[in-house]
T-cell receptor, first 111, second 118 residues
Framework: SQQGEEDPQALSIQEGENATMNCSYK?????LQWYRQNSGRGLVHLIL?????REKHSGRLRVTLDTSKKSSSLLITASRAADTASYFC???????????FGKGTMLLVSP | GAVVSQHPSWVICKSGTSVKIECRSL??????MFWYRQFPKQSLMLMAT?????????EQGVEKDKFLINHASLTLSTLTVTSAHPEDSSFYIC??????????????FGPGTRLTVL
């Protein structure tokens, strides 16, 4: 069953703007991960944040995690047309290797 | 490192035929491989978890006789869609975890296989 719910479902912005995507989940987690998927392609791992972390950065990506609200956000700063893709959050539970994916946000960055 | 490949990348078949999809970890040993299914503009749905040398664990609602999974070695898992029908048309993605991985849930994904059943 789907654990994560991303919003918005779709986001359209101009190059240079920031894009923020949110993810909510229902059960306790060990970690939360964000992935990117270009149309018709496989998934690319972007970043993992553990349940005891609140914020993490990687290049133009910033991820926050609020375990009290069971939510996470992914911020892409200074977006580029090449950032156009679907973004999924996935949660992992302690001691298990399976991931549960959210429904994803389709991001369109226009030049 | 940690590259996963899938073959074929796309396949078109007639209804009633069987199709085999391969998932390989190219530069690491994968104790566990996962098979996902993704419909257009939707998320990934886990179908089954496959451990080398043992039977796959299927998610609820996934027919094990329809989707045969074999994980014969630490670098190869196969998914066979038996007696395929148009409703089986989908994007199938595999992932693998490293045998010596340091973190939980560190999965490496293949590029996916687009199956179209006519």
């Amino acid at each position: 069953s789907q654990q994560g719910e991303e919003d918005p479902q779709a986001l359209s912005i101009q190059e240079g703007e920031n894009a923020t995507m949110n993810c909510s989940y229902k059960t306790s987690i060990n970690n939360l991960q964000w992935y990117r998927q270009n149309s018709g392609r496989g998934l690319v791992h972007l970043i993992l944040i553990r349940s005891n972390e609140r914020e993490k950065h990687s290049g133009r990506l910033r991820v926050t995690l609020d375990t009290s609200k069971k939510s996470s956000s992914l911020l892409i700063t200074a977006s580029r047309a090449a950032d156009t893709a679907s973004y999924f959050c996935a949660t992992g539970n302690s001691g298990y290797s399976t991931l549960t994916f959210g429904k994803g946000t389709m991001l369109l960055v226009s030049p | 490192g940690a590259v996963v490949s899938q073959h074929p990348s796309w396949v078109i078949c007639k209804s009633g035929t069987s199709v085999k999809i391969e998932c390989r970890s190219l530069d690491f040993q994968a104790t566990t491989m996962f098979w996902y299914r993704q419909f257009p503009k939707q998320s990934l749905m886990l179908m089954a978890t496959s451990n080398e040398g043992s039977k796959a664990t299927y998610e609820q609602g996934v027919e094990k006789d329809k989707f045969l999974i074999n994980h014969a070695s630490l670098t190869l898992s196969t998914l066979t869609v038996t007696s395929a029908h148009p409703e089986d048309s989908s994007f199938y993605i595999c992932s693998a975890t490293r045998a010596s991985g340091r973190a939980y849930n560190e999965q490496f994904f293949g590029p996916g296989t687009r199956l179209t059943v006519l």
